[in-house]
């Protein structure tokens, strides 16, 4: 096992990691931009190394600067995160160049999910069902001639893309040039690869995805479902485990599909295989994500199992200890996602208590919210032995919880859960479209 671990990454994920860690009596070494020099992350863990300027690229996203943060203070392991450099082929490569070992699954395998058209290739090849779609398109004339054989409507989507970016949903064919060129465009500048592939665009869908680990002699577990549909641009909002929508013979059959792509990646560590459903029930692989779920929690609550610990054991060469039999959802998790809508100064700040409610964050009465990252305050995580008590325990949080001084989406949360569509696990997708919340707090 590793005695000393360096996170690269910052905010509630770095300290998700670092309690982890002490749990399991392994030291930790911080990374900080210099926006961050006054963040939690970096009182909390053993070490704290400052990597750079305040912009991304400066710090966080500098893998040689991770790298000899790492072999100046002794760590053996880097954990990543989520975002940031979690699914950086390179950086897995260079971690491993220098003695490291990256918790997470091999370069090789992030390469290969990574490239969505390639791992839509390698699913249908093995058997996991797929959404109509095609292969790279190399001009606005295959596009629209892939779009006539699909039929309107389609999704131009990026072959590298994730969390949102290089998407474009074209409703007609007039359409269909500019989308194409603005979708390339996103996705070269969002990860230097512009190419672009077209799918079926499926509606009404729910989006499902499958938590599973691997471990290096060849064991894979899922540990059940989440249901992530409430989204808005394309970024989810909340999601809860497990979902509503899926029956028991439907989740049987997710997670043989879930196993069968990962068997088919060669996986190793944690992941999720994303899937859209129809209204039948039918299913269809989407993507694979290899690294650690923002969501994650809900899965954690309805199964005990702690996937941190479980990616640390596991790049650490140790097997999992149960099998997918001994897996049994119970209960009922929600996670609300708490945006900031601008930077500014928490002037006051009151997560709310009681039992099995959590609140995942980095932030303290004084902190300064540093405009250059993700906007996501934190994660409100609650759990229940019924979905119906879930959410009324999550609609309570919810009032308690107070962040003055930074705008933020908890208003709007808060209506999403009083929503008579999600009350009754009758949603999908395109929720956000036809709601209208309040003006969110500020």
């Given amino acids: 096992m590793f005695t000393k671990i360096l996170i690269a990454n910052r905010g509630e994920i770095a300290i998700r990691i670092i309690r982890a860690c002490k749990e399991m009596g392994i030291s930790t070494v911080a990374v900080y931009s210099q926006a961050d020099k006054d963040s939690l992350h970096t009182a909390l863990a053993d070490q704290a190394v400052c990597v750079g300027g305040p912009r991304a690229e400066e710090s966080y996203l500098d ?38 070992t990256f918790i997470g699954p091999p370069a090789g395998v992030i390469s290969k999910m990574g490239d969505k058209e390639a791992a839509r290739r390698l699913m249908q090849e093995n058997g996991v069902p797929t959404t109509p779609g095609t292969d790279v398109l190399d001009s606005v004339e295959a596009a629209k001639t892939a779009a006539g054989a699909l039929g309107y409507p389609v999704l131009i989507k990026a072959s590298a893309g994730g969390g949102g970016k290089g998407i474009r949903q074209v409703d007609r ?54 249901e992530c549909s409430i989204q808005k641009n394309n970024q989810k909002l909340i999601e809860e485990s497990p979902s509503p929508g899926v029956s028991p013979e439907t989740r049987r059959k997710l997670i043989e599909a879930a196993t069968k792509a990962a068997k088919a990646a060669g996986y190793v560590n944690a992941g999720t295989v994303e899937f859209l459903m129809d209204k039948t029930g039918r299913f269809y692989f989407m993507e694979m994500n290899t690294r650690l779920q923002v969501e994650h929690p809900v899965t954690e609550l309805v199964t005990g199992v702690d996937i941190v610990k479980w990616q640390i054991r596991i790049a650490a060469g140790v097997p999992l200890d149960f099998t997918q039999e001994d897996i049994h959802l119970q209960g009922a998790a929600i996670e609300c996602r708490i945006n900031a809508t601008g930077a500014g100064k928490v002037e006051f700040f009151h997560p709310p208590g009681g039992p099995w409610v959590r609140f995942d964050t980095c932030l303290y009465q004084g902190y300064e919210v540093p405009p250059y990252y993700d906007s996501m305050l934190g994660k409100l995580i609650v759990s229940s032995s019924t979905r119906e008590e879930a959410i009324r325990k999550m ?25 008579r569509r999600f009350r009754a696990g009758d949603y999908y997708t395109d929720l956000m479209k036809y709601f209208r919340p309040k003006k969110d707090r500020t």
């Fill in 173 to 226: 064919p007039e359409n269909l040039e500019r989308a194409f060129q603005t979708a390339s465009a996103e996705a070269e500048k969002a990860f230097g690869d512009g190419r672009v592939y077209m799918e079926k665009f499926l509606d009404p869908v729910k989006h499902i995805e499958v938590q599973l680990l691997a471990d290096q002699q060849g064991n894979t577990v899922c540990l059940g479902e989440r």
């Fill in 63 to 100: 893998g040689q600067r991770i790298i000899s943060a790492a072999l100046a203070t002794g760590a053996q392991a880097i954990h990543p995160g989520y975002g940031f450099l979690s699914e950086n082929a390179a950086f897995a490569a260079q971690c491993r160049k220098y003695g490291l």
């Fill in 395 to 419: 609609q309570s949080a919810l009032c308690e919880l107070i962040i003055d001084g930074a705008g933020n989406n908890i208003e709007e949360q808060i209506e999403i859960v009083r929503d």
